[in-house]
């Protein structure tokens, strides 16, 4: 043995040490990343519902002085007794009235409206198997075939009423549509942020929207 042979010696550099720090700084930045993707979504997600309530409170109806046919979407107050006021006006020939529950016949609905009974008889349709938006657009497009119809003022709420005509423009690309959004006193969106119910109802539709807004887009890349 040499001398000094029996001092300590430096130990080696564990291999794996950078391999750690790398390690360790790549998830960092994964992290990082997926906060900022998360903060950018919810910044948008917040700027556009923002806009969409923006929208729907000042919606107001633009009709054109007669179109073929009027199609009303249940579900919501006031619909049904707008669409019926448009139709006795000489605004259409004929309305469409979506989404009835059986049951329900056209008499039964113009008990609330009997001074609009007899325009009702003469030239108000039901149809009963729609159970979602999808399923009123397709129910419409083929009731204007039916008729022959080209032009069509869609009924429904106005908060509503974005999604409705995504859904009525994909079902019906070739047909002109016009929007009469009703703006019921019972659902406000005025200062819809205060109320607890009207913000729940108008984030969860503009959801709905964002969702059917995308589906359209994708479907568009799809060959015919």
């Known amino acids: ?19 750690r720090a790398g390690a360790a700084h790549g998830a960092w930045r994964m992290v990082r ?4 993707v998360a903060l950018a979504a919810m910044v948008l997600f ?10 729907i409170d000042g919606s107001a109806a633009v009709l054109p002085e007669r179109a073929d046919g009027i199609v ?9 007794g707008d ?12 309305m469409l009235i979506t989404g009835v529950r059986k049951g ?11 001074q609009f ?28 075939r039916r008729n022959g119809y080209h032009s069509l003022i869609v009924v429904t709420s106005n908060f509503h009423m ?5 859904e009525f423009r994909r079902a019906m690309p070739g047909v002109t549509l016009y929007s009469h959004p009703v703006n019921s006193d019972r659902v406000s969106v005025e200062n819809w942020w205060r109320d607890g119910p009207v913000a729940r109802l108008v984030i969860l539709e503009y959801g709905k929207f964002v969702v059917a807004w995308c589906r359209m887009q994708l479907m568009s890349l799809l060959p015919v």
Do not use: H
């Open 1 to 19: 043995m040499t001398e000094g042979s029996g001092e300590d010696m430096p130990m080696p550099r564990r291999a794996d040490a950078p391999v």
């Open 33 to 36: 990343r997926a906060g900022l």
């Open 46 to 55: 917040a700027g556009g519902l923002w806009l969409f309530a923006r929208a």
């Open 104 to 114: 329900v016949s056209l008499e039964t609905l113009g008990k609330p409206m009997p």
């Open 162 to 166: 974005p999604r409705a005509l995504i």
């Open 83 to 94: 669409g019926v006021e448009l139709l006795a006006s000489g605004r259409a020939r004929r």
């Open 117 to 144: 009974r007899q325009v009702m008889a003469c030239c108000a349709d039901l149809e009963y198997t729609a159970q979602n938006t999808v399923g009123n657009a397709i129910a419409a497009r083929m009731w204007m």
């Open 72 to 80: 009303v979407l249940t579900g919501g107050p006031d619909r049904i």
